[in-house]
């Protein structure tokens, strides 16, 4: 059975601060890398995506990619209240046909 | 169009009977994907379409649902004789196929079964 785990939360941070979130996966196979964030109420809206060992930065999103320890971390600086949603990690598995298997994901609370 | 387009947006259906969802995915995206998610939980993968093959069904929870895509464009997902654990929101995602293109989701439908 191929899982991506993630930490449920609640992650609280206070405004300004970087927030940290962090998912695992066990099927080496796995080739690609996505976070989603998710408002309650609404449909996930990809924000990053990464394939390859390293950081990957666009804007206050940082996405990091460990193949070795199979562990794909999001981090968010200059936390905003605006960010406080629901975060999904994905993983895309050689001969899954491209399906994305999701996180149960981290629900994180910026405080003003 | 611009988006994936799911309709209807909310259905309230008695215990029993059959409903109808549809998607309209992005023009040019050639994999469309159903989900659901029940209140509180995480993504259910449902089915897979690449094109109007359905190459991946092993998330379909039972031969009461069922799914097409015509075209190779709209799909539509048909639950029979609905139960009440069939209450959740239906999410219809399209992408290019391949690793490295993430899903885009539509606004999807929020079943409630009575």
């Known amino acids: 059975q191929k899982e991506v785990e993630q930490n449920s939360g609640p992650l609280s941070v206070p405004e300004g601060a970087i927030a940290s979130l962090n998912c695992t996966y066990s099927?080496?196979?796995?080739?690609?890398f996505f976070w989603y964030r998710q408002y309650s109420g609404k449909s996930p809206e990809l924000i990053m995506f990464?394939?390859?060992?390293g950081d990957k930065e666009d804007g206050r999103f940082t996405a990091q990619l460990n193949k070795a320890s199979q562990y794909v971390s999001l981090l968010i600086r200059d936390s905003q209240p605006s960010d406080s949603a629901t975060y999904l990690c994905a993983v895309k598995t050689t001969g899954s046909n491209y399906k994305l298997t999701f996180g149960k994901g981290t629900l994180l609370t910026v405080n003003p | 169009g611009a988006g994936v387009s799911q309709s209807p947006s909310n259905k309230v259906t008695e215990k029993g009977k059959d409903v109808e969802l549809r998607c309209d995915p992005i023009s040019g995206h050639t994999a469309l994907y159903w989900y659901r998610q029940s209140l509180g939980q995480g993504l259910e993968f449902l089915i897979y379409?690449?094109?109007?093959?359905?190459?991946?069904k092993s998330g379909l929870p039972s031969d009461r649902f069922s799914a097409e895509r015509t075209g190779g464009s709209v799909s539509t997902l048909t639950i029979q004789r609905t139960q009440q654990e069939d209450s959740a929101v239906y999410l219809c995602a399209s992408s290019f196929p391949g690793a490295n293109y993430g899903y885009t989701f539509g606004s999807g439908t929020r079943l409630t079964v009575v």
């Open positions: 990464i394939y390859s060992n």
């Open positions: 379409f690449q094109g109007n093959s359905a190459p991946d």
């Open positions: 099927d080496r196979g796995s080739q690609s």
